[in-house]
T-cell receptor, first 115, second 112 residues
Framework: GAVVSQHPSWVICKSGTSVKIECRSLDFQATTMFWYRQFPKQSLMLMATSNEGSKATYEQGVEKDKFLINHASLTLSTLTVTSAHPEDSSFYIC???????????FGPGTRLLVL | GENVEQHPSTLSVQEGDSAVIKCTYS??????FPWYKQELGKRPQLIIDIRSNVGEKKDQRIAVTLNKTAKHFSLHITETQPEDSAVYFC???????????FGTGTSLTVIP
């Protein structure tokens, strides 16, 4: 149990385009989802916390207009990188927790490359 | 806010030896401490966790100890195997539903 999926796993896009990443909890209802960014050989950096039905809470320094987060249902949260630029290239990972889970469970990550 | 420090950043051990990774935290309100293993390009996987009402927890070759007074916790891997090679992250949280504050990671290499 407690499986989290992400789609797509890989995305390559041109600079200036927008990219949407989906995070789904497959076998539980996720009351909270977290979005992280990870650079090579570095730790996970929390970008925002998303609660179902409410606006996401962004960490300091994360542009909310650039990284749009929507948590419309208890099983789906989306991260949209708007007007992507090469510096947005990174590994994006979500995690989710529900009412009965004892910890956060991570998705497999999405590797974004902006050309 | 919470600040989690992790040492060492890299660790090499011979197969069969033990490995110890240490973390310190700053917020005394933190009461949940998970450890994650991340292989290259993959998701972090929970390997063990401990809550502040427990001083030690063990699961086969893996153990975690917690010293609340000193605000530090450690991961112990015994009888290391090459498949233990990965990056390990510690984290601290005031509850499982709140955000995790991650350490900077330890790259463990087990030499056959």
């Amino acid at each position: 149990g407690a499986v989290v999926s992400q789609h797509p796993s890989w995305v390559i896009c041109k600079s200036g385009t927008s990219v949407k990443i989906e995070c789904r909890s497959l076998d539980f209802q996720a009351t909270t989802m977290f979005w992280y960014r990870q650079f090579p050989k570095q730790s996970l950096m929390l970008m925002a916390t998303s609660n179902e039905g409410s606006k996401a809470t962004y960490e300091q320094g994360v542009e909310k207009d650039k990284f749009l987060i929507n948590h419309a249902s208890l099983t789906l949260s989306t991260l949209t990188v708007t007007s992507a630029h090469p510096e947005d290239s990174s590994f994006y990972i979500c995690s989710a927790i529900g009412r009965v889970q004892e910890t956060q469970y991570f998705g497999p990550g999405t590797r974004l490359l902006v050309l | 806010g919470e600040n989690v420090e992790q040492h060492p950043s890299t660790l090499s051990v011979q197969e069969g030896d033990s490995a110890v990774i240490k973390c310190t935290y700053s917020d005394s309100a933190s009461n949940y401490f998970p450890w994650y293993k991340q292989e290259l390009g993959k998701r972090p996987q929970l390997i063990i966790d401990i809550r502040s009402n427990v001083g030690e927890k063990k699961d086969q070759r893996i153990a975690v100890t917690l010293n609340k007074t000193a605000k530090h916790f450690s991961l112990h891997i015994t009888e290391t195997q090459p498949e233990d090679s990965a990056v390990y992250f510690c984290a601290a949280s005031i509850s499982t539903g709140n955000q995790f504050y991650f350490g900077t990671g330890t790259s463990l290499t087990v030499i056959p």
